[in-house]
């Protein structure tokens, strides 16, 4: 099976190729993302993105398939076994990961980094490599945009959701569903033009898991974009 890790573990291969030139990385995990619900019409911005880029719509979540889980793969490179992250819980008070993440490769290479979130739970991956944060469950894009108004060389990964709820209450791939997709691509397009704006780049979007009927898949995508 195809790990989730391998774009840590890419970005990580990749931030040292562009060190020198590189001046913005901007990572999206978008919850729940059904591979067959992207097109031309239901996600433009996102179909653009694939086409002038690189991208898979066949990879392969951790299992279980779980938010989490996942995005602890997605930041340290390593399976659950590894990392010791197997359950996909967390609360303010508790311990958050003890392993390295991209963001302290990111700040390590001299990116200001941020880590904006629409899941508390997410909030067991911050470290003092994060240089700011919050839990944002409605206005994540806009804080992207507000961190990358600003100079110098900036790294930010942006958990998007909605969908997962979309899924789960109407079906995966139901019209409401696609009206979500719709908007969250819509609102994403504002972003990836900021971005383009700021000279070199590095954009990837990726997924924890996608679904079928109502319930949750291990099955993701993967995109990114270079220039």
Not at 145 to 154: E, I, N, V, Y
């Amino acid at each position: 099976m195809v790990k989730i890790g391998i774009l840590c573990l890419g970005l990580m291969i990749a931030l040292p190729a562009f060190a020198g030139q590189v001046e913005t990385v901007l990572i999206v995990s978008i919850d729940a993302p059904h591979p067959d619900a992207l097109s031309e019409k239901t996600s433009p911005t996102l179909y653009t993105l694939m086409r002038s880029g690189r991208y898979t719509l066949a990879g392969k979540s951790v299992d279980p398939p779980k938010t989490l889980i996942a995005h602890t793969a997605m930041m340290t490179g390593l399976t659950p076994e590894e990392s010791g992250k197997r359950d996909n819980d967390w609360k303010p008070g508790n311990p958050q990961v003890a392993r390295e993440t991209l963001f302290d490769d990111a700040r390590k290479r001299g990116f200001r980094t941020a880590f904006f979130y629409s899941k508390q739970k997410l909030g067991y991956l911050l470290s003092d490599a994060v240089d700011e944060h919050a839990l944002a469950r409605d206005d994540g894009i806009d804080l992207a945009r507000a961190f990358f108004s600003k100079g110098g060389r900036r790294f930010a990964f942006l958990h998007v959701s909605g969908l997962e709820d979309a899924g789960t209450e109407s079906g995966w791939l139901s019209p409401e569903y696609l009206d979500e997709l719709a908007f969250i691509d819509q609102e994403l397009a504002l972003l990836l033009n900021d971005v383009g704006k700021r000279g070199a780049y590095l954009i990837v979007v990726t997924s924890d898991h996608a679904g079928h009927d109502r319930q949750p898949a291990p099955a993701i995508q993967m995109i990114s974009s270079c220039r």
